[in-house]
């Protein structure tokens, strides 16, 4: 049987989302308490990587058992929550038709970036301090992301993926809880490439770079023209849509 899996994880503790020799990731900690739980080794395949730092809501993993209607079994799920760790949660468990694929059949991911202008003992752990950006000026600027497929420029280097183009639906910025959130979705990222497109909106915003210079830097497919990438700490994978309901 495959099932699918709807899990939440602070990232902060976490060297991202994809399993790595001697590194602590969310991948692995997964796998290793479902080897546990279902007495033999097994694997899980994810909907996307998440970078070092990077948190998620409503993510969206797939494995296979043999042990049938894991899906309604409420104990299994709650021995689950049980062995991993307090920053990695299990929402849901739900059978899928056997081609499904966590990765290969999402549609649309959307993340959202998370800032404040003011001081916050409890909020600093996921919202980056801004003052006196444009919100304005960064929402021009985000709706030109919109004209363009390769984002080379905003892109980690030396990655392993076959192309760099993607579609973007919708990026915007928008007031809240005296902040800002910078709101982002499409068929596919590249590794870094939010974070990278954030702190280079940072750059409109603060009026070191011009709308025009944004579309140059798009045009130029150099990552080295960018600006720095926004802290990890902040960016949030929101939501991951399919063609079907599970």
Known sequence: MRYFMVLDYNGTNFCGWQRQPSADTIQERIERALSVLLKNDTEITGAGRTDTGVHARNYVAHFDSDVDNLNTDTDFLY???????????????????SEAHARFDATRRTYRYYTTSRKDVFGYQFAERVRNLNIDTMNAAATKLLDYTDFTSFSKLNTDVKTNNCTIFDAHWESANGGMIFTITANRFLRNMVRAIVGTLFEVGYGKISIADFCHIIEAKDRGLAGTSAPAKALFLEEIEYPYSF
């Open 79 to 97: 021995r689950l929550n049980c062995i991993l760790p307090f920053d990695i949660n299990v929402q849901r468990i739900a059978k899928v038709h």
